[in-house]
């Protein structure tokens, strides 16, 4: 069994700056994907950036040059670090672990950016 616990979402204006955090635990295989998605109201949930175990990233153009991830995979966690938010940004933002044995989501963090 896998749990993913994500933190670090809440409010802030526009042009500032969020830290979220992811911790995996359980059966963690040490090749995987963990990465980070968000869905607002209405939308479609779609992916913000990836990482895998070795360290290549992968960012959906709206967050390139905005946001970065990265990852520890000694304590199995993923950060991403929100810079320069615009209230597109705003949405519930969930982990993910993608490793053989299946893929797991966390239990989402809201962000919400004000104009």
């Known amino acids: 069994q896998v749990q993913l616990v994500e933190s670090g979402g809440g409010l802030v204006q526009a042009g500032g700056s969020l830290r979220l955090s992811c911790t995996a635990s359980g059966s963690i295989f040490g090749s995987n994907v963990m990465g980070w998605y968000r869905q607002a109201p209405g939308k479609q949930r779609e992916l913000v950036a990836t990482i895998t175990s070795g360290g290549t990233t992968n960012y959906a153009d709206s967050v390139k040059g905005r946001f970065s991830i990265s990852r520890d995979n000694a304590k199995n966690t993923v950060y991403l670090q929100m810079n320069s938010l615009k209230p597109e940004d705003t949405a519930v933002y969930y982990c993910?672990?993608?490793?053989?044995?299946?893929?797991?989501w966390g239990q989402g963090t809201q962000v919400t950016v004000s104009s």
């Open positions: 993910r672990l993608q490793q053989i044995i299946g893929n797991y």
